[in-house]
């Protein structure tokens, strides 16, 4: 029975097929500003900013991180070093950790922190908004500087990477994990505090720069939710921001398609690379929508063996980091987290559910007006290849351009080191301008 019912869970979502919308042309005769506080300052070599962001990844076995610290070495450089090869002088990063105000998914004021990053001794031309992937606790919370994406600051731009909702200094306030309304709207406002934080503190900024915005895994859905988020602005504040291009990696653009890949792996007896996924994603949904999930109970969802670890109650409270979850649901199967027998005399319930899930569908329903270029390995087993061709397929427009899409095959069956290997290449291709 729980078989068939497996297979009723595979339901295809649709697409809707976009045409292309002229960017409307306005001059910025207003400028918006966010206003932000800075809570602390500091510069670090970029000897000490490589081994800083990178140090999660160290701990993690398997990863290889040769090609991304070459590409690094390339771009930033450990050293500057004057024409005659006589004088070296070390490249130092000013980072500092920001506050600033948004809106939550009931439209009340939060205060989120973000970090900024930005080389000296060299004028800038590129701002980039960097989305983080996961967080892992306070352990991958950019204004603690570890997280990985920081690096790409090395291109030589003016970068923020915004704190979701949830973590930061809003992580008294419920995880809101793949809320891309809200979470769309938290890197626009980072986006515009950025622009404040350049002009009062005088950044070497040229005039003319171009923004960039990018992000992998969760960091590529909540990039694509930023570009709907800025394409909702008066053309003024748009022309403010001057957006080049949006780079979008391996995201969860659809979540009912996340789960369905799940459904896949669990049919052909696979397990989970990523398990803890499974409550954030359902604590998520109850978070955003509390009408419609209050109704039911979150713990029903899960097995008791799920419970007895710990973890989805761990997510409900926002109070432990993704290594200490993935370790305690290693090597779990679909069946061995998810309540089967809850949701399957309780339809309505995991309709409902699922319902939330396709309010939160990125591929259907608007069209981009900016370049947005996608990129995802295939395989990847945390986040299914599915999402990209969900995406491609329904905001493909001219402003799509052609996808990046290797092979993560090179590291074998292990879902996790597909998905590790995806953002390290995309990483690398970013630092060695490829995308620009």
Known sequence: MKKNFLLLLAIVAGFVGCNKNELPIAP?????????????????????????????????EGVDLSELQRAYDATAGRQMVADNNTLCLPLFYRIARITYVTKDAANQDVTVSAQVIYPLLRKINKVMLVNHGTHMGIAMVPTYMTSVEAIVAASGALCILPDYIGVGASSSHP???????????TSTDALFALLA?????????????????????????????????????????????????????????????????????????????????????INSMFNSYPDEMGQYNYEDFFTPWALSTGVPQAVRNNDETICDMMIRLNDAKLSDILNMDYVENNPEAYNTLLSMMDRQNLCNGWQPRYPLQFFHCNPDGIVSYNNFVNAYTGLRNSY??????????????????????GMTVMLSNVLLGKYY
Request: net charge negative; glycine share 8%; aromatic share 8%.
């Open 175 to 185: 995880d809101l994990y793949l809320n891309a309304e809200v979470h769309g709207r």
């Open 400 to 421: 799509v351009l052609t996808p990046d899409t290797p092979s993560s095959s090179i590291v074998g069956g292990n879902p996790l080191l597909q998905h590790i290997y």
């Open 28 to 60: 910025v005769d207003e400028e918006r500003m966010v206003d932000f506080s800075v809570i602390e300052e500091s510069d670090v070599s970029s000897t000490d900013f490589y081994n800083a962001v990178m140090s999660p990844l160290k701990t993690v």
């Open 197 to 281: 934080f350049a002009k009062q503190k005088n950044v070497n900024l040229d005039k003319k720069f171009d923004t960039y915005i990018l992000g992998y895994s969760q960091g590529g859905s909540v990039s694509l939710a930023t570009l709907r988020t800025i394409q909702s602005l008066p053309a003024s504040q748009q022309a403010q921001l001057r957006i080049k291009k949006v780079i979008c990696g391996d995201g969860p653009y659809d979540l009912r398609c996340t789960f369905e890949s799940f459904v896949a792996d669990e049919q052909a007896g696979k397990t989970m690379g990523l398990g803890s996924v499974v409550p954030l994603v």
